[in-house]
């Protein structure tokens, strides 16, 4: 058997805005999207999952951009996912890009989880339009 342990979501842009786009910077920098917190108690330590999932509305902006989202746990990269992103002049297209991410076996303690974007191609542009959700939902083994 298996009991939750913590759960936190956070939706930062709860809805599409066209009219208030945030660029996606050009890697290395990187675009903070949403943090979440998760807590780890010591009876849980090394027997447990945490499912992550991010959901995060972006268009392009000029030619085709290649956006590499990622997940850090306590500022060390633990996922990566890359999409595609065309900018389409005669049209508003948006894209909603979802991933998830499973960190097992994390120590006991509070862990900060972090989504972040990077445009990975020179000479195009993309944006963030929202909607921008994160959730991570700790489970651990019973004993």
């Known amino acids: 058997m298996f009991h939750i342990v913590d759960y936190q979501a956070i939706e930062p842009v ?23 917190c998760i807590t780890i108690p010591g009876r849980d330590a090394n027997r447990n999952h945490v499912e992550l999932i ?24 633990i996922f990566r996912a890359q999409e595609g992103v065309e900018a389409d002049p005669g049209s ?4 909603i890009v979802t991933f998830q991410a499973i960190d097992k076996n994390v120590r006991a303690g509070s862990h900060d989880y972090r989504v972040t974007a990077e445009n990975i191609t020179n000479g195009t542009e993309a944006a963030v339009v929202g909607p921008i959700s994160f959730s991570g939902l700790a489970i651990a083994k019973d004993y």
């Open 92 to 95: 508003e297209l948006n894209y």
């Open 54 to 77: 991010a959901t995060v509305g972006v268009r392009g902006v000029s030619g085709t951009s290649q956006i590499l989202f990622k997940i850090f746990r306590d500022g060390q990269e």
């Open 14 to 36: 709860h809805k599409v805005n066209q009219k208030k786009p945030s660029p996606i910077a050009h890697s290395p920098k990187k675009t903070v999207l949403a943090d979440i």
